[in-house]
């Protein structure tokens, strides 16, 4: 009875049979199962390669229009430094030149204050703000504008150089930060180009097939590189660049109408300078001449003077003469008259006639004086004039010898060169 009730480890066939279907069922599920998480998976694993694709398309693209910018701004940039350069060196050329004029310069307003200061050496009536006095304090004053200018604009020059060379080193800093950012930019297209590139973005560790990251083949870290110059997008690198290009346009501009300002002012000046240098000697010449013209005359003069005081002399000494001649002619009458004071009438009338004949000689004495006084007073004139002619004839040989050989030797040196 025992036995009939312990159960038996044999099945019935449709148990088995069951059996079998459910293990059929399960294996058909998880097959089915298996198969639609392959089929996902492969649908994943294809989107993701398209939209990788795609977006690697992307960044060669952008990549390579970012290369396209750089390298036109490279030019661009390179190409300014150029002229940079060029108005730096044209600019140096204008600062030397202004050097050299106006060591010129001063050196001849230097002899112009010198032959100034010669003049003022005339005495009296010499001492005049004659023509050439006017040329030469016009002259004077010419030249010290011109100073004034060429110093003014030398300080625009410099000032002008000093924006250039910093704007240069701005440039050059500027070309050097493309260069490198042009280099990053290869280097990560290189890197994008590499298959073990896109496995290496979700660097694994424990991975299979970790080995072909770039870090470990470039030697680079995979974190995001910093773009150089510090700068947080391709517009602000934009911004940038276009801002140092315009301004490397305005100040080569600025100094291409300073070169010009400066190269056509040292011309006018220079034509200015000698113009007025010409104008100048011309006086000095005309001033000369005339001072010549002047001293002859007086030469001429004086020498009719001294001849005048000869002849009056000798006039003089003849009257004095005729005077002492008279005066005893005069004495003897007197002793033979004195004696028939007493005589008869019959003597009268021969006293009469010695009388009348001593009246009429002490008349002719007494012209004869009046004539040697007016002779000696026009002596005494002539010989006054004489001395003055002979002190304006001092003054004027001394005023003809600065300008003739002073002045106008020292102005045979003023020469105006166009530097």
Same mark, same amino acid.
């Given at each position: ?137 016009k002259e004077r004053e010419i030249i010290e504008g011109v100073l004034a200018l060429h110093c ?21 800093? +500027?070309? *050097?930060? #493309? ?5 990053? $930019? =290869? /280097? ?51 911004t940038q660049v276009k801002s140092v290009h315009t301004e490397a346009e305005k100040q080569r ?46 030469? +001429?003069? *004086?020498? #009719? ?5 000869? $002849? =009056? /002399? ?61 002779v000696q007073c026009s002596l005494k004139s002539l010989q006054c004039r004489k001395v003055e ?31």
């Amino acid at each position: 009875m025992s036995n009939c009730v312990k159960s038996s480890d044999q099945f019935t066939y449709a148990e088995w049979k069951a059996n079998q279907m459910n293990v059929l069922l399960g294996a058909e599920l998880d097959r089915a199962s298996a198969e639609r998480l392959t089929n996902e998976t492969k649908r994943y694993i294809d989107e993701m390669r398209q939209a990788s694709q795609h977006s690697d398309q992307r960044a060669e693209f952008s990549q390579e229009r970012r290369m396209e910018e750089v390298r036109y701004w490279q030019n661009e940039l390179n190409m300014k430094l150029d002229q940079i350069k060029l108005a730096i060196n044209d600019l140096s050329s204008i600062d030397r030149r202004l050097d050299k004029a106006m060591d010129s310069i001063k050196e001849n307003c230097h002899i112009v204050h010198k032959c100034l200061e010669a003049r003022k050496r005339r005495k009296r009536i010499y001492l005049v703000y004659d023509p050439a006095e006017k040329q030469l304090c016009k002259e004077r004053e010419i030249i010290e504008g011109v100073l004034a200018l060429h110093c003014k604009t030398k300080s625009q020059v410099n000032d002008q150089l000093r924006l250039l060379r910093k704007l240069r080193h701005d440039i050059e800093k +500027d070309v *050097l930060m #493309k260069l490198t950012n042009f280099d990053v $930019e =290869m /280097e990560s297209s290189e890197i994008r180009a590499k298959k073990a590139a896109i496995a290496a973005y979700n660097y694994d560790p424990n991975c299979e097939g970790a080995e072909l990251c770039p870090c470990k083949l470039e030697g680079h870290c995979c974190q995001k590189t910093k773009k150089p110059g510090g700068l947080s997008s391709i517009s602000d690198w934009l911004t940038q660049v276009k801002s140092v290009h315009t301004e490397a346009e305005k100040q080569r501009q600025n100094a291409a109408n300073l070169t010009s300002i400066a190269d056509s002012s040292l011309k006018q000046t220079k034509d200015d300078l000698q113009n007025i240098k010409v104008a100048t000697d011309d006086a000095f010449r005309e001033r000369i001449y005339e001072l010549r013209d002047h001293k002859a005359k007086m030469e +001429d003069h *004086l020498q #009719k003077v001294v001849k005048q005081i000869q $002849e =009056m /002399e000798t006039t003089s000494q003849s009257l004095i003469n005729e005077i002492n001649i008279y005066t005893k002619k005069l004495t003897f009458e007197q002793s033979k008259i004195q004696p028939l004071q007493n005589c008869p009438q019959n003597l009268l009338d021969s006293e009469e006639v010695l009388v009348t004949n001593y009246c009429t000689n002490k008349g002719n004495v007494e012209k004869l004086k009046d004539n040697l006084a007016c002779v000696q007073c026009s002596l005494k004139s002539l010989q006054c004039r004489k001395v003055e002619v002979e002190s304006d004839l001092k003054l004027c040989t001394e005023a003809l010898t600065i300008d003739d050989y002073e002045c106008l030797p020292m102005r045979q040196s003023i020469k105006y060169f166009l530097y």
